[in-house]
């Protein structure tokens, strides 16, 4: 088992930042990526972006391109996403989750999920 512990949500003025972290436990040996989702009220959960843990290869959504940044600490065994420009729009729980396979786009290939942290952006 992973266990996922989020961190680094809040309220924050649009153009302002948020980093967000994610520290992993357990048998993180099995992990091969992790993600970042976020869930906007009354929306679907959505895909924000991704990283290998091998390669620190990342991918992201088309709209948080340029905004956002996936990082991690392979010695903490946490990711971080690094927001910044934020939009209202970006408001949402955002979760991390972690996979053992896949290529990370879709919710359905994280096996391990976070809490969830809140990030609320005022106009």
């Known amino acids: 088992q992973v266990q996922l512990v989020e961190s680094g949500g809040g309220l924050v003025q649009a153009g302002g930042s948020l980093k967000l972290s994610c520290a992993a436990s357990?048998?993180?040996?099995?992990?091969?990526?992790m993600g970042w989702f976020r869930q906007g009220p009354g929306k679907e959960r959505q895909f924000v972006g991704t990283?290998?843990?091998?390669?620190?290869?990342?991918y992201y959504l088309e709209s948080v391109k340029g905004r956002f940044t996936i990082s991690r600490d392979n010695a903490k065994n946490t990711v971080y996403l690094q927001m910044n420009s934020l939009k209202p729009e970006d408001t949402a729980v955002y979760y991390c989750?972690?996979?053992?396979?896949?290529?990370?786009?879709?919710?359905?290939?994280?096996?391990?999920w976070g809490q969830g942290t809140q990030v609320t952006v005022s106009s």
């Open positions: 989750a972690a996979r053992r396979s896949g290529y990370g786009l879709k919710a359905y290939e994280y096996a391990y």
């Open positions: 357990g048998r993180t040996s099995s992990i091969i990526g």
């Open positions: 990283i290998r843990w091998s390669s620190e290869e990342t």
